[in-house]
């Protein structure tokens, strides 16, 4: 009976241990050599007619003239709504190989004016090879095994009735180019297992980079050449080259379910914190190997760059400290004991900010004498970044919500409702905007805080963790 006790026991542990693990929920690809694909809708320029239509399949056929129908809930499109935003239709696996033509199936459609509604016939049969309501969109791609595409098919509302009655939508396509060169954001999708690129100036999405597994921490370097994104589900570091926006090394983490990155003061070492080892990989960039694992507390997540002070801080969530790394040693030269779950770091002046997830507090540490005192605001704010003049922004997951904190009366000042569960957050100072990653909604939040309103939404992959920008220099990258 005991050791049947224990075997039980001991399946529960495992159990447990299972569903904490990081999970992708994307469908995997059917076909043996699959790569993945995003299809994005947006309008060619301002509509002035109100149309709405019902897409019930989309499909796309080969060089051979075969044809891969995408399953798909009825989506309908709106084109006052779609104005201002991408829209993102689909996300799917298709075969490798080249493909030649867009089958979209039209349920239904109609014109509105003056509050009344007019029904509009679907597309004709063409040449007797077409049904009623089929529109075929001509674009030449690639899918590459293992490789993430989006195509971006743009609409021409104005054109799109003719004979007063017929519903015939002008629509062209394009996939992504291998060179995306304005500024960017990058969003890692845990569950879609790729990176999103964000054109930062037109806060619309322009590619998107399969990774490995379950990827959640990002971080650019300084000069914005590489990105690093930590695969959580496979234990390893993707390296991008933003110069073409690919995978160019995938390095081996050595340490179990990498979560957050963060870059030495001169960006020649990572450092990865490895939730379920209790510790964090050292990693050197010029090898891409790692040649240390620095033993901190439990449950580590939260990691932040001290580059004026050379050091690193580590947020051990399960043993309530926060660990003190000394880049020149490569060791823990202090842990700061808190009081509660610290979950995400922020490093705003001489001061370090710590976001909780159990408590409605957070934690300020003076990073000269590392005395410590307490901002009451009401929530459990789990994650944080530093803002422009004098701000921290924190995220409410609970209630859908970023807050302004004033720094200089420790109070919060202001909050905004965003998407479902605010996650990672990005501050571009330039354009006065913060970036939300929103997990559940799958979509990013870009906040005016000089308004402090809600501008656009772009909607990237499935479960969105992490974000980085590329920082802008004078004359480069524009």
Not at 247 to 263: D, Q
Not at 272 to 294: G, K, M
Request: hydrophobic letters at 40%.
């Amino acid at each position: 009976m005991k050791k049947l006790a224990r075997l039980l026991g001991f399946a529960f542990f495992i159990s447990l241990v299972a569903s904490c693990m990081p999970q992708s929920n994307l469908k995997k690809p059917v076909y043996s050599r699959a790569g993945q694909i995003f299809v994005y809708l947006s309008p060619f320029q301002a509509p002035s007619l109100d149309i709405t239509f019902t897409i019930s399949k989309l499909s796309f056929m080969d060089e051979y003239g075969k044809w891969y129908d995408a399953t798909m809930d009825s989506q309908t499109i709106n084109s006052t709504k779609l104005a201002d935003y991408q829209i993102k239709l689909k996300e799917l696996y298709l075969p490798e190989g080249k493909y030649e033509r867009l089958k979209w199936k039209i349920s239904e459609a109609f014109y509105s004016r003056d509050n009344k509604k007019f029904s509009l016939a679907l597309p004709e049969a063409v040449h007797s090879q077409t049904l009623d309501g089929e529109l075929f969109v001509d674009i030449q791609f690639n899918v590459f095994y293992r490789e993430s595409l989006c195509l971006f098919v743009e609409w021409d509302v104005d054109r799109s009735i003719i004979d007063n009655y017929l519903f015939n939508p002008r629509l062209t396509a394009r996939p992504q180019g291998l060179e995306i060169k304005n500024i960017s954001a990058y969003v890692s999708n845990e569950a879609s297992n790729c990176v999103t690129v964000i054109d930062r100036q037109e806060n619309s999405v322009v590619g998107t980079i399969a990774v490995e597994e379950a990827p959640r921490g990002i971080i650019a370097t300084d000069n914005g050449a590489t990105i690093y994104v930590a695969n959580s589900g496979s234990n390893s570091i993707s390296v991008i080259d933003t110069s073409v926006n690919r995978v160019i090394n995938t390095i081996e983490n050595r340490g179990y379910a990498p979560e957050e990155l963060a870059l030495s003061w001169d960006d020649n070492i990572l450092y990865v914190t490895n939730p379920y080892s209790n510790n964090v990989s050292v990693i050197d960039v010029a090898s891409n190997l790692v040649v240390d694992r620095i033993d901190v507390g439990t449950n580590p997540t939260g990691i932040v760059s001290d580059k004026e002070r050379r050091k690193i801080y580590v947020a051990n969530t399960d043993s309530l400290n926060i660990s003190v790394i000394d880049t020149d040693t490569g060791e823990v030269a202090n842990t700061l004991a808190v009081s509660s779950n610290p979950r995400s770091l922020a490093i705003c002046d001489d001061r370090l900010y710590v976001g909780n997830e159990r408590v409605n507090d957070i934690y300020v540490i003076d990073l000269s004498s590392y005395a410590i005192k307490t901002i009451s605001v009401g929530f459990r704010p789990e994650r944080l970044v530093c803002g422009l003049a004098n701000r921290v922004y924190a995220t409410n997951s609970s209630y859908n919500e970023i807050s302004f904190v004033e720094t200089t009366v420790d109070l919060v000042t202001q909050s905004l409702s965003v998407g479902r569960y605010p996650s990672e957050m990005a501050v571009d100072a330039i354009r006065r905007s913060l970036y939300v990653v929103n997990r559940l909604s799958e979509d990013v939040s870009v906040i005016d805080v000089t308004t402090e309103k809600v501008g656009k939404t772009i909607q990237v992959g499935q479960k969105p963790y992490g974000i980085t920008l590329i920082k802008e220099f004078e004359g480069v990258r524009n």
